[in-house]
């Protein structure tokens, strides 16, 4: 991320790292796991040169995002902090919002804060990339996609972050690759994606959101 300019908002939950490009109508994309902003540069290049202001912030727990007061990583807690985070970026605009993997999950939150006027964003779209609606999601859960989501229960596993850490993250370099498989193991996406786990907290708080989404109490002490 060294060519883009990293800036940083403060709100009441904490602080948010981010990059933007292009002026016009505010335009938000949220990552998932393993992933970071990079994952938006295609897009970013696209709807900046069309009259989008895009907005790419690192989600809580990544890179200079902190996690949200109290330490949460559940994802109310992710979404208010995001909420907080347009409010002052983009006040009285409407946000077309675009969330991949956990970004989806979190952008519906969003939106829902906004509809029951919890509060002040204001929405024009909401585009969701990889994961559907929740209701959606859970009314076409078979035994196939528990196999596909396998991985989330791995991820409950006590010990499970040193682990990953102590083989230099060759896991999430196979998550990638599993993925996407048509994608380079050498591609930049990946090693921006790794190194940004590896710094800090990075995968424990990339780790936490699955251990909160299945067991948050013990994610508050993991």
Same mark, same amino acid.
């Given at each position: 991320?060294?060519?883009? *300019?990293?800036?940083?908002?403060?709100?009441?939950l904490?602080?948010?790292?981010?990059? *933007?490009k292009?002026?016009g109508?505010?335009?938000?994309?949220?990552?998932?796991?393993?992933?970071?902003?990079?994952?938006?540069?295609?897009?970013?290049?696209?709807?900046?040169?069309?009259?989008? #202001?895009?907005?790419?912030?690192?989600?809580?727990?990544?890179?200079?995002?902190?996690?949200? $007061?109290?330490?949460?990583?559940?994802?109310l807690?992710?979404?208010?902090?995001?909420?907080?985070?347009? *409010?002052?970026?983009?006040?009285d605009?409407?946000?077309?919002?675009?969330?991949?993997? %956990?970004?989806?999950?979190v952008?519906?939150?969003?939106?829902?804060?906004?509809?029951?006027?919890?509060?002040?964003?204001?929405?024009?779209?909401?585009?969701?990339?990889?994961?559907?609606?929740i209701?959606?999601?859970?009314r076409?859960?078979?035994?196939?996609?528990?196999?596909?989501?396998?991985?989330?229960?791995?991820?409950?596993?006590?010990?499970?972050?040193?682990?990953?850490?102590?083989?230099h993250? $060759?896991?999430? #370099?196979?998550l %990638?690759? #599993? %993925?996407?498989?048509?994608?380079?193991?050498?591609?930049?996406?990946?090693? *921006?994606?790794v190194?940004?786990?590896?710094?800090?907290?990075?995968?424990?708080?990339g780790?936490?959101?699955?251990?909160?989404?299945?067991?948050?109490? #013990?994610?508050?002490?993991?």
């Amino acid at each position: 991320m060294s060519a883009k *300019e990293i800036k940083h908002q403060l709100v009441p939950l904490g602080q948010v790292a981010y990059y *933007e490009k292009g002026s016009g109508k505010p335009f938000l994309f949220l990552h998932g796991f393993p992933d970071t902003p990079l994952s938006f540069t295609a897009q970013v290049e696209y709807f900046s040169s069309r009259g989008y #202001r895009c907005i790419v912030p690192y989600m809580p727990g990544y890179g200079e995002t902190s996690v949200p $007061a109290k330490g949460s990583t559940s994802q109310l807690a992710i979404a208010k902090m995001m909420s907080q985070f347009l *409010e002052q970026i983009a006040p009285d605009e409407a946000v077309t919002i675009y969330g991949h993997d %956990w970004g989806s999950i979190v952008a519906q939150l969003v939106v829902a804060l906004a509809h029951t006027g919890e509060t002040r964003v204001k929405v024009d779209k909401l585009i969701l990339g990889a994961v559907p609606s929740i209701r959606s999601f859970l009314r076409n859960m078979n035994f196939a996609q528990v196999i596909r989501s396998r991985y989330m229960y791995y991820f409950q596993l006590p010990g499970v972050v040193n682990y990953i850490k102590s083989q230099h993250l $060759a896991y999430i #370099r196979t998550l %990638w690759m #599993r %993925w996407s498989p048509s994608i380079s193991l050498l591609h930049p996406q990946i090693d *921006e994606t790794v190194n940004t786990l590896k710094a800090g907290d990075g995968l424990k708080q990339g780790i936490s959101y699955y251990r909160n989404l299945l067991n948050p109490v #013990r994610a508050l002490y993991d």
